[in-house]
Every structure is written in structure tokens, then in C-alpha cells.
């Protein structure tokens, strides 16, 4: 396929954010679109990353994009089909069968990084898109499209106890056969979002209907897709590319705001995550972040220094 930069327009982003949509064939709700964001680095470079956003979520991380330009990194993000930019009217949010589904969009895009010339590619997801790109990486070893995965907080496991989690979530995969559409609590408090947006207690601007404070419920098929990947990730997945892990120090579990909000991850049990990223075979690093927000690049800005730091630092060492 033949890509042109004509196929980008003004991204509402601003600041020299553009955006291009990508299109796809129809599914059990209609119509599917993607959303492909770019900004480029002032500096000529043939480096660049592709970033995924997590679940309830889109792109709107404009300081994180701005880090990355200034490190000579030409920066793309995708809002992923029935999320921010690509939900359509029909569509259900988050709503897909398989996280497979998505394999249309990071293909397509990876196919456009590399037609603008980008030679070294960083794949880097946050939460579910973390899960998603450390699965996709696994099922596509000796790829020539990216050349390193870079995880925020990833969704390696339902924070959620034992039982549940050993009968609880089983049992409503295997009911998402009979009952795909059958809708259950999207899993975690409205006070994360509380936590980041400036209209309550943090210092975030973005859109609510896009990332909305009380979390809209989720289907059984979902469930199942996240069931899913996760038992891939959960049986050592082997990936052939330098791979950072990042995470909080500490889980959050209020049920009332307090301001551990500000400083530990209120979404996922890090415990988790930091099990599984020792489970996966490869070059893995893993980095605890003290005091890190789930999304780490949100966290409170002495966090988040320590944050680019370790992730800079780690590209220096794998490649440059």
C-alpha cells in the first residue's frame, strides 16, 4: 500500500500533533475505524515510537510525546478501534471478542512508521496496551517493524483476589460463550480518575466522555479477551527485544479519596506485575518506580522525572 502524508490532518491536539484514520472492515457492530496521532521531532531523525493507550483511555499524553521528540524520536500514538478518536456512534466502548482485533491497527501502523523513513522502533503500551504489545511482540519474533518494548503498569492480572481470580473469572469466560454481551463492572474506583483530572485533585486536562471518572461496564467477551492474553503472558512468553517493565512501588485500595492516590497505582496489584515480567523469557528489565501513579508518566512530576530518566536511560544502554 501507498501511504502519503496527505492522509494526515490537524490532530486536536495542536501544536504540531496531526492525525491520520485508519479504516477497516466491518465487524458485529458496524462500521471500525482506527486512529493513527504523529508528531515529529524537530530534529531529523529515523527513530520513533508507536504507543499504546490502556483501557477506559486514549492518547492525550502530549508532555510524554514532546519527551520523546526532544530525544530525536519522531512520536505516534494509536487510539485503537471504539476508543477516543475512533469510537464511533454504534459502537460500545472497549467493546472486541479478541485483543487479536487490534492486530490490524499496530500492523498497519508499524507499516507507516516505517514507509516516513523510521528505521528503529520503540513499541511502548501502557496498561491493557501494554498486555497487548507484550503479546503482539511474542507472537511476532524476528520482526523487522520494532526493535523494543517499553511497558507503563501493563495488565498482566485482575487485581482481584485469589478466588476470584482462580473461579470467578474462569466462570464468567466460559458463561462469555452464551452470554458475549452480558455487561459487569468495568473493575476499578472512579477515584483514579479523581486522582488525575484538574477538575478534582490532579493537574491533567483531557476528555471526559473519552476517559470517563466512573468506568463504563464491560462485556463477558471482554473478560475472556483479557483471560486470554493473559494466560499467554502468564505461560513465559518469550520476546526477542530488549523489554522494560515499569511499575509502582505500591497498589492503592481505598475505597474513600486520600492522597495515597498520588502515590502508588489505585488500578492494578504491582505485585502482580512485577511476577509476571519475571516470568517472560528475554532480555527483560524491570524498574519500580517509588511513588508512581498507575499511569507513571501522570504521576506527580518529581515521579515522572524519575520515570524519563529510567526509560531514556534504558534506550541509551540497549540502543545507542
Request: hydrophobic share 35%.
Given at each position: 500500500m501507498i501511504y502519503s502524508d496527505g492522509d494526515y490532518e490537524r490532530d486536536l491536539l495542536g501544536d504540531g500533533f496531526q492525525q491520520r484514520r485508519l479504516n477497516y472492515a466491518d465487524?458485529?457492530?458496524?462500521?471500525?475505524?482506527?486512529?493513527?496521532?504523529?508528531?515529529?521531532?524537530?530534529?531529523?531523525?529515523?527513530?520513533?515510537?508507536?504507543?499504546?493507550?490502556?483501557?477506559?483511555?486514549?492518547?492525550?499524553?502530549d508532555q510524554m510525546a514532546q519527551?520523546?521528540?526532544?530525544?530525536?524520536?519522531?512520536?505516534?500514538a494509536l487510539d485503537l478501534r471504539k476508543y477516543g478518536?475512533?469510537?464511533?456512534?454504534?459502537?460500545?466502548?472497549?467493546?472486541?471478542?479478541?485483543?487479536?482485533?487490534?492486530?490490524?491497527?499496530?500492523?498497519e501502523a508499524l507499516q507507516i512508521i516505517k514507509?516516513?523513513?523510521?528505521?528503529?522502533v520503540l513499541l511502548m503500551g501502557h496498561s491493557t496496551g501494554g498486555l497487548i504489545l507484550t503479546n503482539y511482540a511474542g507472537r511476532n519474533l524476528r520482526s523487522t517493524l520494532f526493535h523494543g518494548l517499553i511497558c507503563n503498569s501493563p495488565f498482566y492480572e485482575f487485581n482481584l483476589n485469589g478466588i476470584e481470580r482462580n473461579l470467578g473469572v474462569p466462570l464468567l469466560s466460559f458463561l462469555s460463550r452464551f452470554l458475549p454481551n452480558l455487561l459487569i463492572s468495568g473493575g476499578f474506583s472512579k477515584l483514579y480518575g479523581y486522582s488525575l483530572?484538574?477538575?478534582?485533585?490532579?493537574?491533567?486536562?483531557?476528555?471526559?466522555?473519552?476517559?470517563?471518572?466512573d468506568i463504563p461496564k464491560?462485556?463477558?467477551?471482554?473478560?475472556?479477551?483479557?483471560?486470554?492474553?493473559?494466560?499467554?503472558?502468564?505461560?513465559?512468553?518469550?520476546?526477542?527485544?530488549?523489554?522494560?517493565?515499569?511499575?509502582?512501588s505500591q497498589s492503592v485500595n481505598d475505597k474513600k479519596w486520600s492522597e495515597r492516590f498520588m502515590k502508588g497505582d489505585a488500578v492494578l496489584n504491582v505485585k502482580h506485575i512485577a511476577y509476571y515480567a519475571n516470568q517472560l523469557n528475554g532480555n527483560i528489565t524491570n524498574c519500580e518506580i517509588e511513588n508512581g501513579m498507575h499511569d507513571l508518566v501522570l504521576s506527580q512530576k518529581s515521579v515522572r522525572e524519575t520515570v524519563y530518566r529510567e526509560m531514556f536511560e534504558w534506550i541509551d544502554l540497549n540502543f545507542r
Open positions: 465487524d458485529y457492530e458496524g462500521e471500525v475505524i482506527a486512529t493513527l496521532v504523529r508528531k515529529k521531532s524537530e530534529i531529523p531523525s529515523v527513530k520513533a515510537v508507536l504507543y499504546v493507550h490502556g483501557f477506559n483511555d486514549y492518547f492525550f499524553q519527551r520523546f521528540n526532544g530525544a530525536a524520536y519522531n512520536f505516534y478518536r475512533s469510537l464511533l456512534a454504534h459502537q460500545k466502548m472497549n467493546n472486541v471478542h479478541s485483543l487479536l482485533e487490534y492486530d490490524e491497527e499496530i500492523n514507509s516516513e523513513n523510521n528505521m528503529e483530572h484538574r477538575q478534582k485533585y490532579g493537574e491533567w486536562n483531557y476528555l471526559l466522555n473519552w476517559k470517563p471518572h464491560v462485556t463477558l467477551s471482554f473478560i475472556n479477551a483479557i483471560r486470554t492474553a493473559h494466560k499467554s503472558i502468564q505461560n513465559k512468553l518469550t520476546l526477542d527485544v530488549p523489554t522494560l517493565v515499569l511499575y509502582s
